[in-house]
């Protein structure tokens, strides 16, 4: 039976690959969606009064263009407050009260958009790359059911999400499994007994694995 070690020096040829943009090619596709953001936010920042107006301003635009500006907000005035902290309106408050503090000065904040160029090439790749995180991994577990349903599909069942969505809870679907443990595959015969539980990790920079 081989180890691990035996498969080292085919390694290169074990990970799956998925092709990325080039930079700066990919700033094409940047500025066709933050550009807009940036200018919006610039203007909120000049109709502001003060740092915590900013988010509250913020707060009260329509989505999605809500969510992309708290994106923006987090780089220039609160790092310490992820986006998924802001994205429920009842909890700016909340926020404001435990971060408001913190929150770099409205001033400061001005005199740094005023010295970056305009539109911020810099920022918007940032953004770009964030919000691609994790794309890869719905795309290695997608390619994965798609060879898995033709080759093996008639014969086992296969349980997971595809691409977004729920873990399978190895206490819902094995028979005296009692720890809430989160799975990303569960592969069974067609009468549901369990033989294989997977799980899925894609690195977009080092290959991916199931």
């Known amino acids: 039976m081989p180890s ?3 498969y080292k020096t ?19 596709e940047a500025k066709i969606l933050y550009e ?18 900013l988010l509250e301003v913020i707060t ?9 500006l708290l994106r923006v907000f ?5 790092p310490d407050t992820a986006v998924e902290m802001t994205k429920k309106k009842t909890q700016i408050p909340s926020i404001i009260e435990d971060f408001g503090d913190r929150f ?10 005023k010295s970056r160029p305009v539109p911020d090439e810099a920022l918007m790749a940032i953004l770009l790359e964030q919000s691609k995180r994790g794309q890869k991994g719905y795309d290695l577990t997608e390619a994965f059911f798609l060879w898995y349903d033709k080759q093996f599909g008639k014969d086992y069942l296969i349980k997971s999400p595809v691409r977004a969505g729920k873990d399978v809870m190895l206490n819902q679907v094995l028979d ?14 067609l009468d549901k007994t369990p033989l294989l539980i997977g799980f899925a990790r894609y690195d977009s920079d080092r290959g991916g694995s199931l």
């Open 176 to 189: 005296n499994w009692e720890a809430k443990t989160p799975a990303d595959i569960l592969i069974s015969r």
């Open 10 to 28: 085919t390694g290169s040829k074990w990970i799956t690959i998925f092709d990325s943009p080039f930079y700066p090619d990919s700033l094409d």
């Open 4 to 6: 691990f070690s035996s």
């Open 104 to 113: 770099r000065n409205l001033d400061q904040v001005k005199r740094n958009l």
């Open 36 to 53: 807009k953001v940036l200018e919006r936010f610039i203007e909120l920042v000049d109709e502001a009064e003060s740092s915590i107006n």
């Open 74 to 78: 987090r780089r220039y005035v609160s």
């Open 60 to 68: 009260q635009e329509p989505d999605p263009l809500r969510i992309q």
